[in-house]
């Protein structure tokens, strides 16, 4: 039974609960983790007595302003224009209904009214959290922090983080760190989450199995602009993680009878480690995709490794038809197709087929396209603007810049203002024009420079202006029109790799590219930090040409197919140089891919190993379990010497029947669940076969 000052909100798995505080007028977590956790003494209480700070500064609060919380990390700083900084609140009243509650905080002095919102997402382990701030008084108040909310997890003697880290060509690198004293933050200045970190961190205890079952706490946040994440070691035991937008361009303004809501803060948790946490947001993002999860993720085609910027209609015909003929549903042109894009230095902003590279017409190399039997996709990189361009030369106005001061370029490029309503109304005219003439069904929506000089000239001070959240409000309301308005249109999020993968985007996008690299072993790294936090059928990913672009190391054809296949294959090699009998390997692993996707795309994953293991894998269960498909890879040497001495390689599966049997449709052996469980898969690596796909059906 809820009281009146403790509410538990439950998911399909866990509770989550919350009551005011017996020290002051704030919201504390009581408990979060399995269902019934909550059912005794708070972990979470204290001792109350620690000497030199005040309760607030080691309570673990769901949220504190700085007036209130006045030494450790508060959630949210505000102020009125020359007056002192901070925020002093009562309780002002909760609302609770099934799956949600609202907590209410006010500040009459200031004019500040703070709304802790809690949701439960429905068919999920998931939480989410905001904040909604409005501004009761009479005059403008400046946020300089306004996050959206905070999640304090037990720490005895510590927890380890883990997080997901790299560079452009290396993202969703999974890193560890132990957190025992001090802060650690992660985050991003660039208008977009970046590839730096993803907007996404676990908390385990720093004792829990490294890569096994033990109470896992996730974060991650909705914002595809400014954001951090900041895990605090408390005065109280306990470590504190809280997340949010960052006003990177001074502060946030809030107007009078305005209410700004901070973006949503997902929060999950697993008993079952990393691993059973990446189950719970795979989960999340399906629910994310919404009606669109059962639209089949067609094999693409995608020239821009084979041919980059020089794109001609008879090479890419060619490359279309070798693409059908091994088994490809859908072609994409990428970068290039357009006027004044003969390289990178020119072209964008300007969205008209060139027509010396169609000179029968785009209209009829589309056609032709899709007289092979694939769907058509294309391109584009709405945000851009290069200043050659025909777009620039009449909109100089339409980028960012600060007044009197260079603009700088980052690829050649520049950034559009999105924030404008009339910049945004151009890409949205832009694409519908290019979507209604020609029968496109794919989109692959690119970004490439992050904002640097962010000022809208004539405007005022970008401190007054909130750019950040202009372009977000413009970026996702022109992904949604292409949702409503060309509903058959499947959509592509890219930025430069994964430079924009987050909650919101993944919403209105049906997959995203997690890196331009494609190099296999590289690739595989990649998949398997984003498969912690994303979903496999969002996960986009290319065979290419051996060696890669990135990384020489030796790696089969099966090898690349295979990690490919892990989420939602596409081709990039140039098929023109693969001879016969290569072009019929990949048709086969097309055809066997086309076989299990369903399974890939909809039933439940778990990560088998590392690729630090000489053999690592995922293993795919169907929802009604009557398949498992396991990918499986061997990530050792393969120079002839054996890979584990003396002993076949072996991938110990998981979350079987150990009374039941399987059967691997391939090979024709039989195992049992208990086999499979206690030994593992067996397999025999060879430079040759260095990867395999198995298919288990239960019998
Ligand atoms: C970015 C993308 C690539 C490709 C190029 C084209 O780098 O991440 O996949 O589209 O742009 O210029």
Redesign the pocket.
């Known amino acids: 039974m809820n009281s009146p000052r403790r509410w538990t909100l439950r998911t399909d798995r866990t509770s989550y609960t919350v009551r005011l505080s017996a020290d002051g007028p704030w919201a504390e977590l009581d408990a979060w983790g399995p269902l019934g956790a909550e059912d005794g003494p708070s972990p979470l209480d204290w001792s109350h007595r620690t000497h030199f700070i005040t309760p607030a500064d080691a309570a673990p609060a769901e949220y504190l302003p700085s007036g209130l919380r006045p030494f450790t990390g508060a959630d949210l700083v505000a102020a009125r224009p020359g007056a002192e900084r901070g925020v002093w609140w009562e309780f002002a009243g909760a609302e609770e209904a099934p799956g949600s509650l609202r907590l209410a905080f006010a500040d009459d002095v200031l004019g500040l009214r703070t709304v802790l919102c809690y949701a439960v997402v429905p068919g999920t382990d998931v939480l989410l959290r905001w904040t909604e701030l409005t501004c009761t008084g009479e005059e403008t108040l400046r946020l300089e922090r306004l996050d959206s909310g905070a999640v304090t997890v037990p720490a005895a003697d510590g927890v380890r983080l883990t997080y997901l880290t790299g560079q452009?060509s290396q993202e969703f690198q999974r890193t560890r760190l132990d957190l025992t004293r001090g802060t650690f933050t992660m985050g991003s200045t660039q208008g977009v989450p970046g590839h730096a970190y993803a907007p996404w961190l676990a908390v385990q205890d720093r004792h829990a199995p490294e890569d096994g079952p033990a109470p896992t706490y996730g974060v991650a946040l909705a914002w595809p602009g400014n954001w951090h994440i900041t895990a605090e070691a408390e005065p109280g035991g306990t470590v504190r993680v809280r997340a949010g937008r960052v006003p990177h361009e001074g502060t946030v303004p809030l107007a009078p009878g305005d209410t700004l809501t901070t973006p949503r803060l997902a929060c999950a948790f697993s008993s079952e480690g990393l691993d059973g946490l990446a189950r719970v947001w795979h989960r999340y993002e399906r629910h994310l995709s919404g009606e669109r999860l059962g639209r089949t993720r067609k094999v693409l085609y995608?020239s821009?490794e084979a041919t980059?910027?020089d794109v001609e209609a008879a090479g890419q015909l060619e490359l279309a038809k070798a693409a059908a003929d091994i088994g490809a549903e859908l072609f994409v042109v990428?970068?290039?197709w357009f006027t004044g894009r003969a390289d990178?230095t020119g072209g964008l902003g300007d969205w008209y087929p060139d027509p010396a590279a169609f000179p029968r017409g785009f209209g009829r190399f589309v056609e032709d396209v899709r007289g092979l039997g694939l769907d058509f996709g294309l391109?584009v990189?709405p945000e851009a603007v290069s200043p050659n361009s025909r777009l620039y030369a009449e909109h100089p106005d339409w980028v960012y810049r600060v007044d009197g001061r260079p603009a700088r370029l980052v690829?050649n490029q520049l950034l559009l203002d999105l924030g404008r309503e009339d910049v945004q109304d151009f890409v949205v005219s832009t694409l519908d024009r290019l979507l209604c003439e020609y029968a496109v069904s794919y989109l692959?929506w690119?970004m490439?420079r992050p904002p640097t000089e962010r000022g809208r000239p004539g405007a005022g001070p970008a401190d007054r202006l909130d750019l950040d959240a202009g372009h977000v409000t413009g970026y996702l309301r022109i992904l949604d029109h292409l949702r409503t308005a060309h509903p058959q249109v499947t959509v592509e999020g890219?930025?430069?790799?994964g430079?924009r993968v987050e909650h919101a985007t993944l919403a209105r996008t049906d997959v995203v590219?997690p890196?331009?690299n494609t190099a296999p072993l590289d690739r595989l790294r990649i998949q398997f930090g984003f498969l912690h936090a994303h979903a496999p059928h969002l996960m986009s990913s290319w065979v290419t040409d051996a060696p890669g672009v990135f990384d020489p190391r030796p790696r089969s054809l099966a090898f690349r197919f295979v990690t490919a296949l892990c989420g939602v294959l596409g081709i990039g090699a140039d098929l023109r140089t693969w001879g016969p009998a290569r072009r019929a390997e990949a048709a086969r692993w097309i055809a066997r891919y086309k076989e299990v996707r369903e399974v890939v795309h909809h039933g439940e994953a778990r990560l088998l190993g590392t690729p630090d293991d000489p053999t690592c894998g995922v293993q795919y269960d169907a929802q009604d379990g009557a398949r498992t498909v396991v990918a499986a890879f061997g990530t050792g040497r393969l120079d002839g010497a054996p890979l584990v001495p003396g002993r076949a390689a072996r991938l110990r599966l998981r979350g079987l029947d150990p009374a039941a049997r399987y059967h691997d449709t391939a090979s024709a052996a039989t195992y049992s669940g208990a086999h499979l469980l206690h030994y593992g898969l067996p397999f025999a690596w060879t430079a040759e076969h260095d990867a395999d796909l198995v298919v288990l059906k239960r019998q």
Do not use: T, V
């Open positions: 452009w995608n821009w980059g910027f990428d970068d290039g990178d391109w990189e690829r692959k690119d490439n890219c930025a430069g790799g430079g590219w890196s331009d």
